[in-house]
């Protein structure tokens, strides 16, 4: 059974940085997209960043873009999102999805980050 767990969420002062990681276990797949999401408090769910695992091809949000880094270590089954520079506008909670269209789509139970002085 296929399981995403997120971890490394918390409060952070702005400015600071987080590193967010998201463990899969039952996940054996060679091809995918991994995909980093958030929503923030009355606001609809925004994609953030996201990678291909065959071009290594990342993209991200405006919004973050040169502050957030998404990366992946294969040997330890977990992507990461390195975020620097946070903002009280960043504050969510952030969701990892793993995804290949028409074959899986999952996603972790999400991981609160908090920016605030």
């Known amino acids: 059974q296929v399981q995403l767990v997120e971890s490394g969420g918390g409060l952070v002062q702005p400015g600071g940085s987080l590193r967010l990681s998201c463990a899969a276990s039952?996940?054996?797949?060679?091809?995918?997209?991994m995909r980093w999401y958030r929503q923030a408090p009355g606001k609809e769910r925004e994609l953030v960043a996201q990678m291909r695992s065959d071009t290594s091809i990342a993209t991200y949000a405006d919004s973050v873009k040169g502050r957030f880094t998404i990366s992946r270590d294969n040997a330890k089954n977990t992507v990461y999102l390195h975020m620097n520079s946070l903002k009280p506008e960043d504050t969510a909670v952030y969701y990892c999805n793993l995804y290949w269209l028409g074959d899986f789509d999952y996603w972790g139970q999400g991981t609160q980050v908090t920016v605030s002085s």
């Open positions: 039952g996940f054996y797949f060679t091809r995918y997209i």
